[in-house]
């Protein structure tokens, strides 16, 4: 536990010195800046308005940017490592590797979370300074999806690092996993599916297994329960879920779905560094 927390301290510490990193929270802090100054508080959406206007779109933003960002930075730390020889050096001091890689992944994650949320309190303390009304209720959803986006994607980014061999490698494998994702969205798998004549149920469960697909259609759900922007698919989606046991899956899913593909990488990741 000691090297546990060591590890995660050093990967913070190294992250808050990063030039990415300075980057990553002017990204998400200017993006509720620019909400609040374009006006999005006074504008109506699904008949909602004020701060609930902007979360929804601050969460949509975020679900383009995050993923990318996460991926990129996280297979750019841990492959550099092993390319400047860290590995060689981490193995000749008293740390194991569990508590190497597992402390590791806990900065990293405090890392990545804490300007998201932060732009989130932002939003919430100019609402209160403003005098607008703040939807806690909606506030809360948002932030746990927002946890388990970032640990969804900190556990693929993970998995990607440890497989790849080269920092090249692992940036263009993150890339392309992220570009598979957003082009696989509903729009184009169950579109092609339909044409096949794959049965709703199937086309459904197929495209809900991409992590991307189920963040874009929970945070329709938390403002439009029926689902009604998804036409059809919504009715096969509530008769599988219903409206809140798809706001439980999608916290249980994609925070599954991150730990396994971590928990897969310390396993490449070990099995690669001993003999």
């Known amino acids: 536990m000691k090297s546990l927390w ?54 949509q933003l975020t679900m383009a940017i995050l993923p990318i960002f996460v991926l990129l930075t996280t297979v750019r730390s841990v492959a550099g490592d092993r390319e400047a020889g860290v590995y060689e050096y981490l193995l000749s001091l008293p740390v194991s590797l569990a508590g ?19 732009a989130m309190l932002l939003a919430v303390a100019i609402a209160l300074v403003r005098g607008i009304e703040v939807p806690w209720a909606v506030f809360g959803f948002y932030t746990a999806l927002l946890a388990v986006m970032c640990a969804c994607f900190l556990g693929l980014g993970m998995l990607i690092t440890a497989l790849a061999r080269s920092t090249d490698m692992a940036q263009g494998a993150a890339f392309l996993l992220w570009l598979v994702l957003l082009l696989f969205l509903d729009l184009i798998l169950l579109g092609v599916m339909i044409q096949g004549k794959v049965a709703p149920e199937t086309a459904v469960t197929i495209a809900l297994a991409n992590p991307l697909q189920v963040f874009r259609t929970a945070a329709l759900a938390l403002f439009d329960p029926q689902l009604i922007v998804l036409g059809p698919s919504a009715y096969v989606i509530l008769d599988l879920f219903g409206a809140a046991g798809y706001k439980a899956f999608a916290l249980a899913y994609p925070t599954a779905l991150g730990l396994g593909a971590a928990a897969l990488g310390y396993w490449r990741f070990r099995r690669g560094d001993l003999p």
């Open 100 to 118: 190497w890689f597992w402390g590791r992944t806990i900065g990293r994650y405090l890392a990545i979370f804490a300007p998201v949320f932060g």
């Open 6 to 59: 060591l590890a995660a301290r050093l990967d913070l510490a190294e992250t808050l010195r990063a030039r990415w990193f300075a980057i990553y929270t002017l990204v998400f802090g200017g993006i509720v800046a620019l909400l609040f100054l374009f006006g999005l508080t006074e504008s109506r959406v699904l008949g909602f308005i004020g701060l609930s206007r902007l979360l929804v779109t601050y969460i």
